[in-house]
């Protein structure tokens, strides 16, 4: 991967003046390059990763496998596109092995999110089964550990 | 009661400790420091070198190996001296597998220098081999490197220094701690003033796969050097291998058949968990240093940046993990500067006369640490400064 993608996937909040100086850059080419690749699409937006249990302790993320039957010409993608209109849904992906659609679905209560799965996404037509797995706890997210610092090993000063 | 004075080596007594150690003293006082002291990756031992491990541990793997080293890994480390220095060792004779590059330099000095001898050290470096050539009977000869030339040994500072009792030039390239590197010019002229004398070359290359911009030259592919050369690298700095403690050391075959002598009676054989795991790091993990070194490169540009924008000038390193910003200009001396550093802003940096008297006036800054714990630190040292001036 680019560098320029790296650095900003792992801190979207460096300033084009320090990623410039990292790269070896200008910051105008960096801003030029970011412009580029938000414009390609190759960036779609820049987002926090937060731990919800502290924001909301309550919280609950559920993922979700879907049985899908496959529609005539559009085949998965109508119905996924239907589901990632859905605002608790966070995550849609097309999967290979014994199910077709995994998502991830986020909700203040088990309750919520059962009455999503059982009104909302039993419901839609073509949807042959549902398994809905409850998150117990978060390690780790885009890579970014989320359940505890990490912890440098090394000592403070060394040879 | 025993009189520990007496039963003490007065060489040993007199050593002076590491002014590395006596600052981590200090540092690990003070709660909630935050670091750019220290001499290692942040990055850990690439994955499958750790599995390579773990399954011979499995297969129970566990007994001496030869006292040079597992034959496998001395072909591997054959192999990757090509990569290194362009020159082909053999295995079986001129390549002994060492506890880090720490114990191949011990052997190179304990084995070369007697009652007397002179060893040139340039300085600043790192902090071993003085006390070594000490310990020996030899006499260090510390050579100043000076900013105005990168920190870079020349022809010059040498002659100036060699005597017919000079025995050894130690070239600790790519440096710790001023991060220089001695490219193939450079060498060349060092080169012209070594030919025709019996002064051997130690060549500490840890740090051979951390350069930028340039790639490492080896002084033993210089014409006429091979033979006076021993190389000495290990796995620490390039595959984030540091407590694995190993290292390796190339010589030809009359030097090495005589510091395997000492090895064997001083360590046996190199630890054969690490020796297996190594081969994995050298037939299979050469992209993992092209990563870290591209991250260490990103990293290394912002540090610079960030301490000359500071008004602390910083020449460019092209190698190793180390900037070594000079300081001079805030009228403190290098240890003022740290103490009061670690104390009022609890950043800890090394003084840079902890790596020779010249070091006086610059303190060492590791940049092996996340983008996020460099740019605190450096907003820190900014309002260190800040402080300073009012």
């Avoid at chain 2, 003490?8 to 590395?20: A, D, H, N, Y």
């Avoid at chain 2, 001496?64 to 890994?73: D, F, H, K, S």
């Avoid at chain 2, 190389?231 to 291998?241: D, I, P, Q, R, Y």
Wanted: glycine letters at 6%; charged letters at 25%.
């Amino acid at each position: 991967m680019d560098d320029l993608l790296k650095l900003l996937k792992g801190n979207a909040r460096l300033t084009n003046q320090e990623l410039a100086v990292m790269l070896g850059i200008t910051a105008e080419e960096v801003a030029a390059k970011i412009e580029d690749y938000e414009n390609k699409g190759i960036i779609k937006g820049y987002s926090a990763i937060c731990d919800d249990t502290i924001i909301d302790p309550q919280k609950v993320t559920a993922l979700i496998e879907l049985k899908i039957t496959p529609q005539h010409q559009s085949g998965f993608d109508m119905i996924a596109n239907q589901i990632s209109s859905y605002e608790q849904v966070e995550s849609v992906m097309l999967m290979s092995g014994a199910y077709d659609i995994l998502l991830t679905v986020r909700g203040h209560s088990i309750l919520e999110v059962s009455q999503f799965v059982s009104q909302r996404l039993a419901g839609i037509r073509d949807v042959t089964s549902t398994t809905t797995h409850f998150m117990l706890k978060n390690y780790k997210e885009n890579g970014i550990i989320i359940c505890s610092e990490e912890k440098d090993e090394r000592g403070l000063v060394s040879p | 009661m025993i009189d520990y004075e007496k039963v003490l080596s007065k060489t040993v007594r007199e050593m002076k400790p590491s002014g590395i150690r006596k600052f981590f003293d200090i540092a690990q006082e003070i709660e909630g420091v935050i670091s750019l002291g220290v001499g290692e990756p942040d990055f850990q031992t690439p994955w499958k070198i750790r599995q390579t491990a773990i399954s011979t541990l499995e297969q129970g793997k566990t007994v001496y190996t030869a006292n040079a080293g597992l034959i496998e890994l001395r072909e591997a480390v054959s192999d990757y001296l090509v990569k290194l220095t362009t020159q082909r060792y053999d295995p079986k004779s001129e390549i002994i597998i060492t506890v880090g590059g720490s114990e191949a330099i011990d052997l190179a000095i304990r084995s070369i220098v007697e009652v007397g001898d002179e060893v040139l050290i340039p300085e600043p470096c790192f902090v071993c081999y003085a006390p070594i050539v000490s310990l020996s009977g030899g006499v260090p000869v510390p050579i100043e490197t000076k900013v105005e030339n990168e920190f870079r040994l020349t022809a010059q500072e040498i002659k100036e220094k060699l005597t017919d009792k000079t025995k050894i030039l130690v070239l600790p390239f790519p440096n710790n701690p001023t991060g220089a590197i001695m490219e193939k010019k450079d060498l060349e002229e060092i080169a012209e003033v070594l030919r025709g004398t019996n002064v051997m070359i130690l060549s500490d290359e840890i740090y051979a796969e951390l350069t930028y911009g340039k790639k490492h030259c080896s002084i033993a592919s210089i014409d006429g050097m091979r033979e006076r050369t021993v190389v000495v690298n290990g796995f620490s700095k390039g595959f984030a291998m540091t407590g694995w403690r190993l290292g390796f050391l190339a010589a030809p075959k009359p030097i090495t058949k005589q510091l395997l002598k000492v090895h064997q009676y001083a360590i046996m054989s190199s630890p054969t968990t690490s020796q297996y795991a190594a081969v994995t790091a050298i037939r299979e993990c050469q992209d993992s240093i092209e990563i870290m070194a591209n991250e260490y490169n990103m990293r290394r540009r912002l540090v610079v940046d960030g301490f000359n924008k500071l008004g602390l000038t910083c020449f460019e390193p092209k190698g190793a993990f180390y900037v070594f910003p000079c300081i001079k200009s805030t009228g403190l001396s290098s240890d003022e500067f740290c103490e009061r550093l670690v104390h009022e802003k609890k950043v800890a940096v090394v003084p840079g006369n902890a790596f020779g008297a010249c070091g006086e006036g610059f303190v060492r800054v590791s940049y092996a640490y996340s983008i996020s714990h460099l740019k605190t630190a450096l907003q820190r040292i900014g309002e260190f400064l800040e402080e300073l001036k009012q």
